[in-house]
């Protein structure tokens, strides 16, 4: 299996900055896309942010220029740098990568278990 560990979330006021983790471990073989979404309250998971092996990143609209994705092919890990926030970023954010196990594995998505982000005075 793949497992995901996710940190960096927390309180923080509308304007600020976080950084958020996500650290896979286990059996690994390969990894393809990794990515960030973000669920509100009431609302559908949405995909925030996606960087491909070779570091090709995609955003959504509404965080192009304050959001940046990061990875470390080495490390396995994936980060969300998240500037100039607002209140409407408020949601659980959740790490999912896309991997193989072995070489006779297929791809998969594994997802970590999410981590609060609230934006709020």
């Known amino acids: 299996q793949v497992q995901l560990v996710e940190s960096g979330g927390g309180l923080v006021q509308p304007g600020g900055s976080l950084r958020l983790s996500c650290a896979a471990s286990?059996?690994?073989?390969?990894?393809?896309?990794m990515r960030w979404y973000r669920q509100a309250p009431g609302k559908e998971r949405e995909l925030v942010a996606a960087?491909?092996?070779?570091?090709?990143?995609n955003y959504l609209d509404a965080v192009k220029g304050r959001f940046t994705i990061f990875r470390d092919n080495a490390k396995n890990m994936v980060d969300l740098q998240m500037n100039s926030l607002k209140p409407e970023d408020t949601g659980v954010y959740y790490c999912?990568?896309?991997?193989?196990?072995?070489?006779?594995?297929?791809?998969?998505?594994?997802w970590g278990q999410g981590t609060q982000v609230t934006v709020s005075s």
């Open positions: 999912n990568v896309v991997a193989m196990r072995s070489g006779w594995d297929r791809l998969r998505d594994y």
């Open positions: 286990g059996s690994i073989f390969t990894i393809n896309d």
């Open positions: 960087i491909t092996y070779s570091g090709f990143t």
